[in-house]
């Protein structure tokens, strides 16, 4: 079953939900295919995330898993999520998904993902 | 057992559809996902099968048993498509692969020979297969799309039809019923507004064919474009209606084998009506399969069909209607669809939901991007009916909505 009570707990009670006026980087994702929208705000010190904070809306899935990610990131170094794969994101949600699902699931790793890409590429000196 | 209002038997019909017997997560299947395909019935499967164990052959190129048989059979299920929607004859019926292929078969041929500035009127309620050709052959040539404007019950805004038909006008093309709204446009009269102006009238008949009697002459129609996969046919075939005229006049759209006369190292002369538009094998297992499903419609009679997916609709958006929290999308006058969201839950989890409950039905934008932008909205769930569907099914479906409301707590 999808819908277990984690994924509905943290769709309706989202963790970190909100924006960050000096974040180091944030960046936004969309998904056209389903109108699922994420924005996430990192502050970044000495390589390490030190905050996170995320927007959004979407379906449960969508939202499930950006709520997850920001508890599990914090604190975690750069070099560390760059390895983040998509199995971490299947395991972290522990749900079976569709092919057609997962691009719900993976919306918060890419955001998360190109987020840190433009961080380094841009921002970083 | 199955109480409804309707004259058809429906048992009887359900038993024709092999796939109804399915169970899905459990569950007895219901399918309320026919506006993107319809299921097929055990006549179109057998005659596919049919032709392929005894007659399988390559049509007007052999002369053998088989060849002619095949040749008569594909040929023949122009004929039985010419007089499911009143056309003078099998000439005007081309086949094509599905309702995408006929409409870019017209835009393309048709633009070709359009000037700068010239102008196509579409609507904000079409979908990308009869939106996105236009927008990128305006784009490469240099024309001007129009969009006709939906009022806020979802139907055509008789002042923006006004607006975007005039003299500039060459093409106007516009969806028979919405996929989304179920909206029934009045083509018969925008024809004539069309005609008027002297700009053709292109129709997407995709949701209009299967669903209802149609009268490509009353109508008016210069062009009619529909898919045999949403009308108890197979995939890979679809229907071009064209006017005579106008199909001897245009250029091919694909060039090959069998749409030619005669080929010779300087020109070629091209094949009569309609083969000078079937380029190529055709797919010919589904055009026989088609006229099958045709005979099916037939022998039921169209106006039966419609009769009981008015009954089917009404009855689902007058129980969708008593959930509290249900949002429904479209006019009250509708074809077999009924788009609707739960609160402000996503679609997709609407959807997600009813799956686990054996009910299948769509979510998402539908292939209209624009109108979802119009309606304000991400992606709705859409709920829609064929005649093998049930009262009871729609019982089914809306407990199956219940439970998403239960699942997610509103
Ligand atoms: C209104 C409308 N037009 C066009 C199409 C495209 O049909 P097809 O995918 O068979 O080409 C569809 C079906 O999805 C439709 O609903």
């Not at chain 2, 709204?181 to 129709?203: F, Q, R, S, Y």
């Not at chain 2, 839950?345 to 292939?367: F, N």
């Not at chain 2, 309606?375 to 009871?392: D, H, M």
Request: hydrophobic fraction near 40%; charge should be negative.
């Amino acid at each position: 079953m999808m819908y277990q009570e984690n994924i509905l707990d943290h769709y309706k009670s989202p963790r970190n939900f909100g924006k960050i006026d000096k974040a180091s980087v944030h960046h936004h994702e969309y998904n056209p295919l389903c109108g699922d929208e994420i924005e996430m705000f990192l502050v970044i010190e000495d390589k390490k995330i030190v905050d996170v904070k995320f927007n959004g809306h979407g379906c449960a899935i969508s939202q499930a898993s950006a709520s997850m990610l920001t508890e599990q990131i914090k604190g975690k170094s750069v070099e560390e999520l760059k390895k983040l794969t998509k199995e971490n994101i299947l395991e972290m949600l522990g749900i079976p998904l569709s092919p057609v699902r997962l691009k719900c699931a993976l919306l918060s790793l890419d955001t998360l993902k190109n987020s840190i890409l433009i961080y380094e590429k841009y921002i970083e000196r | 057992m199955l109480s409804t209002k309707t004259i058809l038997d429906i048992e009887s019909i359900r038993k024709d559809f092999p796939i109804l017997q399915r169970r899905v997560h459990g569950k007895p299947l219901v399918y309320f996902d026919n506006a993107a395909t319809s299921q097929k019935p055990k006549q179109v499967i057998e005659a596919m099968e049919f032709y392929y164990k005894n007659y399988n052959a390559n049509i007007h190129r052999s002369i053998h048993e088989l060849g002619e048989e095949a040749t008569a059979k594909f040929e023949e299920a122009h004929g039985k498509i010419a007089d499911f929607i009143k056309a003078d004859s099998y000439q005007n019926i081309i086949f094509t692969k599905n309702t995408t292929e006929s409409l870019n078969l017209v835009a393309y041929s048709l633009t070709a020979g359009l000037k700068k500035g010239d102008e196509i009127a579409v609507s904000q309620m079409e979908h990308h297969s009869n939106f996105v050709p236009w927008q990128q052959l305006a784009k490469q040539r240099g024309l001007k799309l129009k969009f006709i404007k939906i009022d806020d019950e979802g139907k055509l805004d008789g002042e923006s039809i006004r607006e975007n038909i005039t003299k500039k006008t060459k093409i106007v093309s516009l969806t028979h019923v919405s996929n989304v709204l179920g909206t029934i446009n009045p083509i018969g009269e925008i024809a004539k507004i069309a005609h008027e102006n002297d700009a053709l009238m292109v129709v997407d008949g995709a949701q209009a064919a299967p669903h209802m009697p149609i009268d490509v002459k009353k109508l008016d129609a210069d062009f009619y474009a529909f898919s045999g996969h949403k009308m108890l046919g197979p995939t890979g075939i679809g229907v071009l209606y064209g006017k005579k005229e106008l199909l001897e006049s245009m250029q091919p759209f694909l060039y090959g084998g069998e749409m030619i006369r005669e080929v010779t190292f300087d020109g070629t002369s091209f094949n009569e009506l309609p083969w000078k538009f079937e380029a190529g094998t055709m797919n010919i297992a589904e055009g026989v399969g088609l006229g099958v499903a045709i005979d099916y419609l037939t022998k039921i009679g169209m106006n039966h069909v419609q009769g009981r997916d008015k009954e089917l609709v009404s009855y689902a958006v007058e129980k969708l209607s008593e959930v509290d929290g249900v949002t429904i999308y479209g006019p009250k006058e509708r074809g077999a669809v009924v788009s609707f969201n739960v609160d402000n839950i996503h679609a997709h989890d609407v959807a997600q939901i009813l799956d686990s409950e054996g009910v299948a039905i769509r979510a998402g934008h539908h292939c209209c991007m624009p109108l979802m932008s119009v309606l304000k909205v991400p992606a709705t769930a859409r709920a829609s009916f064929y005649l093998y569907n049930t009262e009871q099914e729609i019982d089914a479906f809306i407990n199956g909505i219940h439970k998403v409301k239960n699942v997610f707590g509103v």
